[in-house]
């Protein structure tokens, strides 16, 4: 995912569209992890100076996050999250990749 230095949603491949599919409004990370009913489940224990000043690596429950600023982009940043291999979460990710996969196809 492509982020704006306010944590605006500029792009998203296909797995992490399916990913966000159940906030109401995916155009904003603060937005939906504070201010969307999903986000407490979504993201459970977010702190909020953690994500308004967030560290370029770190390790969420199963899921590798790295975050790249390019110089002279505005303060977006490429957002990359990684599941570990052999995880839940790489499973759960695997299947929603699975799924979603003919709705890809059908707006190709």
Known sequence: ???SE????????????AMHSGFEDPTNLALMTFADPAGATFYPGADLRGEAFPAPRRRRSGIDLSG???PGSDGQQLVVYRAARGSRTEASLSLLASLSAPYAAADE
Not at 6 to 17: C, E, I, K, P, Q
């Open 1 to 3: 995912m492509v982020f």
């Open 6 to 17: 306010t944590l605006d949603v500029l792009a998203g491949n296909r797995l992490a569209v």
């Open 68 to 70: 790249v600023r390019r």
